[in-house]
């Protein structure tokens, strides 16, 4: 069974930076496209960022835009999330996902299309 284990997280003030990271096992993950979905205490999963197969990037706009960055090392089997500038709004537990299906695409897609997901790290800014 393929599994995404996401680390990285934690507290941090607003204005700070981290990175996520996420490792994945199985044999199909240098062959997806990668994400971040993120959700916040009373709120539904939202969307973060993508990045395809090609490394081609797609962002929730305007949330993250311009401060976070993902990107993808297909030799370690990693995939990273760099925030920047964090603001508390961004608190929320951060998930990682696969899309074994639309590998190539650059759509963002709702959460149904993504077949594998991490467990979650906590992402906590405080103003």
């Known amino acids: 069974q393929a599994q995404l284990v996401e680390s990285g997280g934690g507290l941090v003030q607003a204005g700070d930076s981290l990175r996520l990271s996420c490792e994945g096992t199985?044999?199909?993950?240098?062959?997806?496209?990668l994400g971040w979905f993120r959700q916040a205490p009373g709120k539904e999963r939202e969307f973060v960022a993508r990045i395809s197969r090609g490394g081609i990037t797609t962002y929730n706009t305007p949330s993250v835009k311009g401060r976070f960055t993902i990107s993808r090392d297909n030799a370690k089997r990693t995939q990273y999330l760099q925030m920047n500038n964090l603001k508390p709004e961004d608190t929320a537990i951060y998930y990682c996902?696969?899309?074994?299906?639309?590998?190539?695409?650059?759509?963002?897609?709702?959460?149904?299309?993504?077949?594998?997901w991490g467990q979650g790290t906590q992402v906590t800014v405080s103003s």
């Open positions: 199985g044999p199909t993950f240098s062959n997806s496209a």
């Open positions: 996902v696969v899309d074994i299906r639309n590998p190539y695409s650059d759509m963002p897609y709702t959460a149904a299309a993504y077949d594998q």
